[in-house]
């Protein structure tokens, strides 16, 4: 049979290890190619811009002739790839190897008495330049378990404790595209039209989940799809959720998407919102960066960093529609709204590295940068998800204005979704300008090049004016050093360039012992900072720096403040009719919790 038939085997999760078989004939590859023979593992996952050497859980591998059992020579000739000395007189090889899964992530593998979950990327070894090579995928799920994959199922069979699952994956990146989750979790089906829905809740420990959450992610599913016209582009969509004390995080798929997230905070209003809000997320992505996505990730590389600069858009655009998605969807009101866009703008104002790094090269660093920060990367980068959201309002705004609220980032994107998408191709920074174009005219692209290719200092406070929203700066004149500390500690995470603790040279990794004498630790900190600092005055910090104590005089300057939105009662009523037209108010009616 052609293709590849995988055996995925779950049932003795007090191994912490998943079986994998691998059967497959070798005429899958072209004779007499460089890649003939070679099986590699991906070191990526897409969505997750960080090369994470799966192959680093591997265990051995063995290959062996299916049908006469005898041995096969396996050599590993590159961190994940794997020459196979196959005999010209074998028909069908087996591969057996197993693969260590104890990592609770959105983008790895976990095996627990409780539940097993992967992504492919991390367990199947695939046929170097095949991609498109079917595969048929069996998993072997543990006596009282369910499993849930976004994948389409061929059939189920039971065979004493060892129950069977068959799903097929058209090609390797729907493959790659789809994880898997096995345990004896809740399961939630739903419809929007004649589409089918499911949210599957894993770990949540007797914690009930609201009661209104189907309707909720219906209403969520019906916003996002009426931003691109109202269509939907799956055929059937999976909210697969993973419930712990901790952790936060999603994945997008084509099909499906994993969702990290606090267990108890479903039981409060925020953070159920927040809940919501990260669904909101990763379902966009199904339209956003899925299917609209840039030339570069038409075709993935699954070996090596995929670039581009996009990524403020790919991202940056969906962290501005999430929120915006929950408030269209009546699940928060105005006020929560722009308490968010208020938290986001004030994290904006605080890292200075957006005046060094444009939003285009952040994006194209991510691979160095954002998923590996350090001491120094609000100085030198930033974060394309929190500034491209703002860049993302900013335009949205301008559009609203310039057309006097006749249309607005919606039909940017849907204009975009049409000419690349539809048009079975990725697009480019210049199709992205060419749809300004058509929407609104070159004053908008115009404007959206300024903030990603330059400094970005968007002129928030006039843009919100437009609109009836005042911008209040709070807090401002409280001391300020500018310096970050590492959780639970005195020792210093980061420092702000050009800060008050910068030109006193006071570095990461200092450890704060006391301020004009007085000892601080970390229960004290603010206490102790706020009796004794004031802006102008001279502070004796006392530091140990690399086993060494030292006084450093600090000469603490004005906090940046914290930015608060508010409505403007004196709005006249242009400014209200754009303002109900980006913020409508008939969906105020907050959170299902």
């Known amino acids: 049979m052609k293709g590849l038939d995988f055996w995925i085997d779950a049932s003795e999760p007090e191994s912490r290890h998943l079986t994998v078989t691998l059967e497959f004939s070798p005429d899958v590859w072209a004779r007499g190619t460089t890649h003939d023979g070679i099986l590699f593992l991906p070191t990526w996952t897409p969505g997750s811009y960080l090369i994470r050497e799966y192959s680093r859980h591997l265990g051995a591998i063995r290959a062996m002739d299916a049908d006469t059992g005898a041995e096969i020579g396996c050599i590993k000739i590159a961190k994940n790839r794997f020459r196979l000395d196959t005999p010209s007189t074998t028909k069908r090889v087996r591969v057996t190897y197993r693969v260590y899964a104890h990592d609770l992530s959105v983008r790895t593998a976990d095996l627990t008495a409780e539940h097993a979950y992967w992504n492919h990327a991390c367990v199947l070894l695939w046929p170097l330049g095949e991609p498109q090579v079917e595969a048929r995928i069996a998993v072997i799920v543990p006596d009282g378990w369910d499993v849930a994959c976004g994948l389409p199922q061929i059939d189920c069979s039971d065979g004493g404790s060892r129950r069977v699952v068959r799903f097929v994956a058209r090609d390797l990146d729907q493959a790659v595209d789809t994880p898997c989750l096995l345990g004896r979790f809740l399961r939630f089906d739903w419809r929007l039209g004649d589409v089918p829905h499911a949210v599957v809740l894993d770990g949540l420990a007797g914690i009930e989940p609201p009661a209104t959450l189907v309707d909720d992610l219906r209403a969520i599913a019906r916003a996002a799809s009426a931003v691109f016209g109202g269509a939907l582009p799956y055929d059937s969509y999976l909210f697969l959720c993973l419930f712990a004390a901790e952790g936060h995080g999603g994945l997008e798929h084509a099909s499906s998407t994993t969702l990290l997230f606090g267990r108890t905070a479903l039981r409060s209003e925020k953070g159920y919102r927040e809940f919501l809000s990260l669904a909101a997320h990763e379902l966009f992505h199904a339209w956003n960066v899925k299917r609209l996505r840039p030339a570069e990730f038409w075709s993935y590389d699954y070996e090596a960093e995929n670039y581009t600069s996009l990524l403020w858009l790919i991202e940056g655009w969906t962290a501005y529609y999430d929120d915006l998605l929950c408030l269209r969807a009546g699940l928060m009101s105005v006020e929560n709204y722009l308490a968010i866009v208020s938290r986001n703008l004030t994290a904006m104002s605080a890292a200075p590295g957006r005046r060094e790094l444009s939003l285009a090269n952040s994006s194209f660093d991510a691979w160095i940068r954002l998923y590996r920060p350090d001491e120094n990367t609000r100085n030198s980068s930033q974060n394309y998800y929190l500034n491209g959201a703002i860049a993302a309002m900013c335009l949205d705004l301008f559009v609203r204005r310039a057309s006097g609220g006749a249309t607005c980032l919606d039909e940017v994107l849907r204009e975009l979704y049409g000419t690349t998408f539809l048009a079975g191709r990725g697009y480019s920074l210049l199709d992205v300008v060419t749809a300004l174009d058509r929407v609104v005219g070159d004053s908008a692209s115009r404007f959206l090049l300024a903030m990603v290719e330059q400094p970005f200092e968007p002129k928030l406070d006039e843009l919100l004016a437009g609109f009836g929203v005042r911008m209040v700066i709070k807090d ?55 009796a004794v600092a004031a802006v102008g005055k001279p502070l004796e910090v006392l530091v140990a720096r690399r086993g060494v104590i030292s006084r450093r005089r600090v000469l603490p300057g004005r906090s940046p403040g914290t930015i608060s939105l508010e409505l403007d009662s004196q709005a006249d009523e242009r400014m209200l009719a754009l303002r109900d037209g980006w913020l409508p108010r008939s969906a105020a009616s907050g959170s299902g919790a």
């Not at 959780?487 to 006391?514: C, F, M, N, Y």
């Open 476 to 530: 401002a004149e409280r001391p300020h050093l500018g310096i970050t500390f590492d959780a639970g500690k005195t020792s210093i995470a980061s420092v702000q360039s050009d800060a008050p603790a910068h030109r006193a040279d006071v570095a990461p990794g200092d450890e704060v012992l006391a301020l004009n004498d007085l000892r601080v630790s970390n229960d004290n900190w603010q206490d102790v900072f706020h």
